[in-house]
T-cell receptor, first 113, second 116 residues
Framework: GENVEQHPSTLSVQEGDSAVIKCTYSDSASNYFPWYKQELGKRPQLIID?????GEKKDQRIAVTLNKTAKHFSLHITETQPEDSAVYFCAASIEGSNYKLTFGKGTLLTVNP | DTGVSQDPRHKITKRGQNVTFRCDPISEHNRLYWYRQTLGQGPEFLTYFQNEAQLEKSRLLSDRFSAERPKGSFSTLEIQRTEQGDSAMYLC??????????????FGEGSRLTVL
């Protein structure tokens, strides 16, 4: 089955800096890669996703890049703000099937004011 | 609130007891998922329903776990003869079916189980 590795497990940045979180996956059939944000005590929520037919996708301060050959994808957050502090999870699945997601272990991002 | 709701939010039980969790998905969603999340880990897939049919179960789901979704609406997850290793957050999520499915899972707040 699919295996998703995520690094780093913790990341601390100063407000205004950029943050990068990286994930690798094992199943070459995976073609849908979402990122979820989970604030303390809250439910995971989708913040951005990318499909294998594109290499990069941006949404305001958030961007995701995908390298299918190397089987890795990354989340980039620019101009970080304290409200970006949360646990971020990457995931992988095969689109068009059941969208069963395999998640990474998560990255605790702390943005210091 | 029209989001995914789960009940109870917290459950403390003694080892060997049975527990049941309920999930009410977003009304127009016909796909429902159960995940388990332990401290410091990402959610792990347990099982998936399309309408009332349980289409896939993880190997993580031992014989002590059973899930149902009668009439394709709410779902229940029952754990029999609980063990301390069952302590976790049980997350329910729902999504649209094939038509209009963007891939996004909408999660509930979770049901936290503590087995003493």
């Amino acid at each position: 089955g699919e295996n998703v590795e995520q690094h780093p497990s913790t990341l601390s940045v100063q407000e205004g800096d950029s943050a990068v979180i990286k994930c690798t996956y094992s199943d070459s059939a995976s073609n849908y890669f979402p990122w979820y944000k989970q604030e303390l005590g809250k439910r995971p929520q989708l913040i951005i996703d990318i499909r294998s037919n594109v290499g990069e996708k941006k949404d305001q301060r958030i961007a995701v890049t995908l390298n299918k050959t190397a089987k890795h994808f990354s989340l980039h957050i620019t101009e970080t703000q304290p409200e970006d502090s949360a646990v971020y999870f990457c995931a992988a699945s095969i689109e068009g099937s059941n969208y069963k997601l395999t998640f990474g272990k998560g990255t605790l991002l702390t943005v210091n004011p | 609130d029209t989001g995914v709701s789960q009940d109870p939010r917290h459950k403390i039980t003694k080892r060997g007891q049975n527990v049941t969790f309920r999930c009410d998905p977003i009304s127009e969603h016909n796909r429902l998922y159960w995940y388990r999340q332990t401290l410091g880990q990402g959610p792990e897939f347990l099982t998936y329903f399309q309408n009332e049919a349980q289409l896939e179960k993880s190997r993580l789901l031992s014989d002590r776990f059973s899930a149902e979704r009668p009439k394709g609406s709410f779902s229940t997850l029952e754990i029999q003869r609980t063990e301390q290793g069952d302590s976790a957050m049980y997350l329910c999520a729902s999504s649209r079916g094939l038509a209009g499915n963007t891939g996004e899972l909408f999660f509930g707040e979770g049901s936290r189980l503590t087995v003493l």
